[in-house]
């Protein structure tokens, strides 16, 4: 295989590494406030003031659990199946021009796809936003998860974007 | 010997005697070989053809050695064709033991099971503790749609206005407010007295629990007196004696009430240790 496609593979690998891990590492951390009345509440519901720290895919299951089905299938297939898929193309494309042939479905599929992938930090971010506008002062901190996932979709972009030239060179 | 493939003078080969009697076979050097690779250079660039051959030979060294060339060529294809999704398989497979290696690295932190998380069961005694103190919280009574005699509750055919007292060792501990025109009643274990909220800030927590508190000693009975309160005189719906023993902490359902118009009855049992923050608790899950 060619030096520059084994390198791209090797991105790939980092990336569904990093993709994995970020989907299950801890991703943010609630920390519920209630201004003025934080004492009140920690002496009547003490549970009600404790962070909260999950992780993407905890984050989907609990929405799961709490009846949101659609928000949560959404999500699972944009932040799970829909980022896994891409790598899983990705690297079928790269071993496929490294067998002389074009990438074909898997690359311009992979590569028009790769809009989405970054929904799910959109989310976080929306959400961080959302949370900062409500009285009280609770906080959600991005935690190492959001920066693992973010880092998976960064790379599969970059290992898209070097593969389609190498498909249009090579062709 | 020698073998003549499509007449080119370069590709006169000597056939190796090795390949004859299956020891060290070099599938390059076969004449049924040779005239496949001639027919695929003709149609394809060099570079392809060199790592058509290399691929052929290394798959030919593990197959049968009886392939025909056509099949040969149709495994190097299929060869060609799966490589692709194993690399693709195998990026899904990595992506999930990043996970699942994740996951198990940090399962104490992150928290995706947080919804079925229940706290832990705490251990209840089966009857109430002798010598501790109790608040008993009379959570409901239901009256039978008559009272003992036949007669309607109220005349005009409204409901009775339910209200009861306690008594404990002949002292009457707690008298309840009415609820009027029901045949089911309901009583909160707090109230608070807004005004004087308002008036002074404050609350006095112990005062806003609206039940009496009973020690529990063996064969200690409470007496639970129901009425229709009437302008006229209040009727008696049923007494019944409670046996304190014999209550459970939680709430307890007593049913057989013979002589009575009392259809239904919840006591809730409280030990009066509670924290305020399960007070509050079990105030909210009323």
């Keep these: ?171 | 010997m020698l073998i003549s493939t499509n007449g080119a003078a370069d590709a006169m080969v000597p056939l190796d005697s090795n390949a004859a009697i299956g020891i060290a076979f070099n599938p390059l050097k076969h004449p049924m070989l040779r005239s496949f690779f001639a027919s695929v250079k003709s149609t394809e660039p060099p570079q392809r053809f060199e790592r058509h051959e290399r691929i052929l030979a290394s798959f030919t060294l593990q197959s049968n050695r009886t392939d025909t060339p056509q099949k040969l060529r149709g495994k190097m294809l299929l060869v060609r064709k799966i490589i692709p999704y194993i690399w693709s398989i195998a990026i899904l497979a990595v992506v999930g033991a990043a996970a699942w290696g994740t996951y198990t690295l940090v399962r104490h932190d992150a928290r995706p099971t947080d919804a079925t998380i229940a706290p832990p069961p705490a251990t209840v005694p089966a009857t109430l503790l002798l010598g501790h103190d109790y608040y008993l919280w009379v959570r409901l009574i239901e009256l039978n749609a008559k009272r003992l005699d036949g007669e309607p509750w109220d005349t005009g055919g409204s409901g009775p206005d339910i209200k009861f007292s306690i008594s404990w060792k002949e002292n009457t501990i707690y008298t309840s407010d009415k609820r009027a025109d029901t045949l089911i009643a309901k009583w909160d274990l707090l109230s608070a007295d807004v005004f004087e909220l308002v008036k002074t800030r404050k609350i006095d927590l112990e005062s806003a629990i609206r039940m009496p508190i009973v020690r529990v000693e063996a064969g200690t009975t409470v007496r639970l007196s129901i009425y229709d309160d009437d302008l006229t005189g209040d009727d008696l719906a049923g007494m019944i004696d409670v046996h304190l023993d014999t209550l459970a902490p939680g709430v307890n359902s007593l049913t057989q009430h013979a002589g009575t118009s009392i259809a239904r009855l919840e006591i809730q049992a409280i030990d009066a240790r509670i924290t305020l923050p399960e007070l509050i608790d079990l105030v909210s899950r009323r």
């Design chain 1, 1 to 171: 295989m060619n030096k520059r496609l084994l390198s791209i593979q090797a991105m790939l690998l980092i990336a569904a590494i990093l993709l994995g891990a970020g989907l299950t590492a801890p991703a943010m951390t609630i920390q519920p406030a209630f201004g003025k009345f934080d004492t009140w509440v920690k002496l009547l519901q003490p549970d009600a003031i404790r962070p909260t720290t999950y992780s993407l895919l905890g984050g989907i299951q609990r929405l799961y659990l709490l009846g949101d089905i659609g928000i949560a299938t959404l999500l699972f297939s944009f932040s799970v199946c829909f980022p896994a898929l891409k790598l899983a193309l990705l690297s079928l494309a790269t071993a496929r021009i490294a067998g002389e042939e074009s990438g074909g479905w898997a690359l311009k599929f992979a590569h028009q796809g790769g809009k989405f992938s970054m929904l799910d930090v959109l989310i976080l971010a929306m959400l961080v936003l959302a949370v900062k506008g409500l009285p009280g002062g609770s906080t959600i901190d991005l935690r190492v998860g959001v920066w693992l996932f973010a880092g998976s979709v960064m790379l599969s972009l970059a290992a898209s974007i070097v593969l389609k030239g190498f498909d249009h060179r090579n062709l």
